[in-house]
């Protein structure tokens, strides 16, 4: 027995998942290594700056997923709110860094993750417009 639910309909589109996304796939193992550097945050800023930093990233998250799923015309205001907490997250990270919360290596591997994620948000804004 067949279930109507495992095929779709043959006039629609399959979705693309998130998950085959790159910018997803990089933006989610960014968190993932924030995460297990947030562990670490003494106490008194895991709950202020950190919790900042993984709520930018969240957010960062919960718009790629968004403008994945949605058509061209609709990809650019979720696309621009992405590049916007991009940008908090690489404002949170310098401090971080400049606060001593985070070391030099710690902070350059964020940064580059961040810098990376930037270079295709660009592109896809681009290819967008």
Sequence with gaps: MVNSHDQAPPDVAPIR?????????????TYKTFYQYLIHFPKKD?????????NALLDLLESIIQASQLSKAEKLPILQKASIKLDQ??????LYKDLKIL???????????????????????????
């Design 17 to 29: 998942l998130s998950f085959d996304v790159p910018i997803f796939q990089k933006t989610y193992e």
């Design 46 to 54: 895991r709950y202020t700056l950190g919790q900042r930093g993984e």
């Design 89 to 94: 997250m690489k404002v949170f990270v310098r």
């Design 103 to 129: 070391d030099n290596k710690k902070y350059l591997s964020l940064e580059a993750s961040l810098q990376e994620i930037g270079k295709m948000l660009g592109g896809w804004i681009k290819s967008s417009t």
